[in-house]
Structure formats: structure tokens, C-alpha cells
């Protein structure tokens, strides 16, 4: 994967479209999940925008993780805390699907499926 110990680059720069999409293909593959489908799941959930952010609710990033379920989920998996980088938040997302964990996006499921 492409995790730094404690961040990735992204952390601190605005990738384009093409270099997020090319990070959750690549994440997607690492952890044998539908690169398609992962791609369909975090257009549908921010337009692969790192800094997407509802403004209902806590949920934001790629995946548009709630505060709670990034942090829960990145101690569990030893993730960095880091919920702005879109690297941590496709390693995050890839580990929770691998793990039967789909149904965390079921909201959007009407664009991704």
C-alpha cells in the first residue's frame, strides 16, 4: 500500500481526480475487491473529492466516513488518525468491505450498485 507510518502524502496536498481514482483502484486490488464497484462507491459518495464534506452530518472524505465510524474503525484496523487523507480513508474503506462490511455505504446503494 502506499501508507506512510503515521500519513500518506496526500495528507497535505489536493490530488486530482486521476490520482485518487488511480489510489482506489490500486487499494481496491490490494485487498481483492471489485475495483469498479470501489471506484462506483467513492464516486457516488463525494464525486472523488477529498474534500467532500456533508453538511448534515460528520461524514466526510472519499468515502464519506461519520467521525465515529472513521475513528472506530482506524484504532481497530491501526490505521492512522488522520480522517482527511484520502490514502488512509481507501485502505479504511477496502479493509471494512474485505471484512463483509458493504453495508456501511448502503445509503448510496441506489448510485453504486
Not at 475487491?33 to 448534515?56: H, M, Q, T, V, Y
Amino acid at each position: 500500500m502506499f501508507l506512510a507510518p503515521n500519513a500518506s502524502p496526500w495528507s497535505n496536498i489536493s490530488p486530482t481526480k486521476a490520482q485518487i481514482e488511480e489510489m482506489v483502484t490500486s487499494t481496491a486490488k490490494e485487498f481483492n475487491i471489485d475495483p469498479e464497484l470501489f471506484l462506483r462507491i467513492a464516486k457516488c459518495e463525494s464525486g472523488l473529492k477529498k474534500n467532500a464534506k456533508n453538511p448534515r452530518s460528520t461524514a466526510s472524505g472519499i468515502f464519506q466516513f461519520l467521525n465515529s465510524t472513521f475513528f472506530t474503525y482506524a484504532k481497530a484496523y491501526e490505521l492512522p488518525l488522520i480522517k482527511d487523507d484520502p490514502e488512509i480513508q481507501a485502505e479504511l474503506a477496502a479493509r471494512m468491505i474485505a471484512d463483509g462490511g458493504l453495508n456501511h455505504w448502503s445509503a448510496s446503494k441506489n448510485c453504486w450498485q
